[in-house]
């Protein structure tokens, strides 16, 4: 899992090395904050046994902040790539919490 936390946060840190950083709309610190608060969706979901209803609120919790963070970046922090990364890596802390959900659980709160 950490190892997707890498992409994401490379790919994010790719786009502002590759062009001029005064034109995007994010920076290294967004960046971090967005690894920030998915490493603390992983603690959070590692921290006890996870039962449905207390996955689904940790889950609420990370993409509200997500959605927060992106708006904030001018709705370009979080790409179609990071999108599909995050989702992977949320479902992944999912399946190791020994919870399953049926189709993609970020989609009732997600905005990127």
Same mark, same amino acid.
């Given at each position: 899992m950490r190892n997707l936390l890498k992409? $994401? #946060? !490379?790919d994010m840190l790719d786009f502002i090395e590759g062009d001029d950083e005064n034109e995007t *709309? !994010?920076?290294?610190?967004d960046v971090t904050l967005c690894i920030t608060s998915l490493l603390e969706f992983m603690s959070s979901? +590692? %921290?006890e046994v996870q039962t449905v +209803? %207390?996955?689904?609120?940790? $889950? +609420?919790?990370v993409v509200l %902040? =997500? @959605? %927060? =963070? @992106?708006h #904030?970046?001018?709705d370009c922090l979080i790409e179609t &790539? #990071?999108? &599909?990364d995050i989702c992977q890596f949320i479902q992944k802390v999912i399946s190791a919490a020994n919870v399953e959900f049926a189709? *993609?659980?970020? &989609? &009732?709160?997600? +905005?990127w």
């Open positions: 992409v $994401i #946060q !490379y *709309d !994010y920076t290294a610190k979901m +590692e %921290s +209803e %207390s996955a689904k609120g940790h $889950i +609420e919790k %902040s =997500l @959605n %927060s =963070l @992106n #904030q970046c001018g &790539e #990071q999108r &599909e189709g *993609d659980v970020t &989609e &009732e709160w997600r +905005e």
